[in-house]
């Protein structure tokens, strides 16, 4: 069965400062790995996915994630936090890539500190 | 034009009654989903229909029962409610249920049971 951690459930960050969100995974087949944010009173959207082409992914807003198979690690990174990073941030995998198949990690609240 | 509505936004009832949740999708998907997100913001899969066909049924409670007139509509009844379904329940869309296309959600319905 696949699964995905995400240690810690709150990051804090100074606006301008790089953010690091970490999440691994557990899959007995190669993985289809995505990151989900949630903003206050809203609904997730996706971010970004890796899906077996390159290992760095960009997503939008200026987030991006690294696949790296040996540390079975999928960590978001944004190079400079903006307040309206402020959110919910959801790792998820999917063994098959198939969204029936889709499974949430719990979650991590980024704050940005002004 | 929301993309996927869900409908009422609050729900505050007692403990015993009934209730809906609606949602409706304009974005022509064939695959809805019913998720539920608890205290902890931990996010799970209950339901999936595509084309109005149920596809996934995960471990729920019988007393939850999806209805899919349409493929544009999919909607959460819930019988003798119970405290423990307090929680923010969230209707999702995507293309199939099949691809890793991204999930649309709703912004959520909270279901406070009093």
């Known amino acids: 069965a696949q699964s995905v951690t995400q240690l810690g459930s709150h990051v804090s960050v100074s606006e301008g400062a790089l953010v690091l969100l970490r999440c691994n995974y557990s899959s007995s087949v190669p993985p289809y790995l995505f990151w989900y944010v949630q903003y206050p009173n809203q609904g997730l959207q996706l971010l970004l996915k890796?899906?077996?082409?390159?290992?760095l992914v960009k997503g939008i807003n200026g987030f991006e994630a690294e696949f790296k198979k040996s540390e079975t690690s999928f960590h978001l990174t944004k190079p400079s936090a903006h307040m309206s990073d402020a959110a919910e941030y959801f790792c998820a995998v999917s063994p098959t890539g198939a969204n029936s198949k889709l499974t949430f990690g719990k979650g991590i609240t980024l704050s940005v500190r002004p | 034009d929301t993309a996927v509505s869900q409908t009422p936004k609050y729900l505050v009832t007692q403990m015993g009654n009934d209730k809906s949740i609606k949602c409706e999708q304009n974005?022509?998907?064939?695959?809805m989903y019913w998720y539920k997100q608890d205290s902890k913001k931990f996010l799970k899969i209950m339901f999936s229909?595509?084309?109005?066909?149920?596809?996934i049924n995960e471990t729920v409670p019988n007393r939850f029962s999806p209805k899919s007139p349409d493929k544009a509509h999919l909607n959460l009844h819930i019988n003798s409610l119970e405290l423990g379904d307090s929680a923010v329940y969230f209707c999702?869309?995507?293309?199939?249920?099949?691809?890793?296309?991204?999930?649309?959600f709703g912004s959520g319905t909270q279901l406070s049971v009093l």
């Open positions: 999702a869309s995507s293309p199939s249920y099949a691809t890793n296309e991204k999930l649309f």
């Open positions: 974005l022509g998907h064939d695959t």
């Open positions: 229909y595509n084309n109005k066909e149920l596809i």
């Open positions: 890796y899906t077996s082409a390159a290992t």
